[in-house]
């Protein structure tokens, strides 16, 4: 009973993850190569969220380590970390290294 009312409650939070003005301004990439020379790293961010549908999740965790990324002033992740979470309770999970890039915005 405890499982399924932590399911739902996280489920329901989910549902009000939406990208910020400056979350969205955030671009996101999958390799190194992809990041421009005059960017200088911010630092390692993590996001998570729960879904019955891993894509809902991963969409999800995208858009709140967006967000928190712009909070600390990046506007470039280069994702590291794409898993599935079963226990306790269904998910994704994303992460990556963030960046400060002059001249660009994201989108």
């Known amino acids: ?7 739902s409650m996280a489920l329901g ?14 671009k996101v990439v999958d390799t190194l190569d992809e990041v421009p020379g005059d960017c200088t790293e911010v630092g390692y961010q993590e996001a ?6 891993f894509a809902s999740a991963l969409a ?5 380590l967006r967000n928190r990324a712009a909070e600390h ?12 979470e079963v226990l306790p309770l269904s998910g ?11 001249g660009f915005k994201g989108s």
């Not at 009973?1 to 399911?7: P, S």
């Open 1 to 7: 009973m405890k499982k399924a009312m932590l399911l």
């Open 13 to 26: 939070l989910n549902a009000c993850v939406s990208l910020s003005q400056n979350g969205a301004n955030v």
């Open 48 to 53: 998570a969220s729960a879904d019955e549908v």
């Open 60 to 64: 999800a965790a995208e858009i709140e």
């Open 73 to 84: 002033g990046a506007n470039l992740i280069r994702i590291t970390k794409k898993r599935a």
């Open 92 to 102: 994704a999970v994303m992460g990556g290294m963030t960046y400060a890039c002059q």
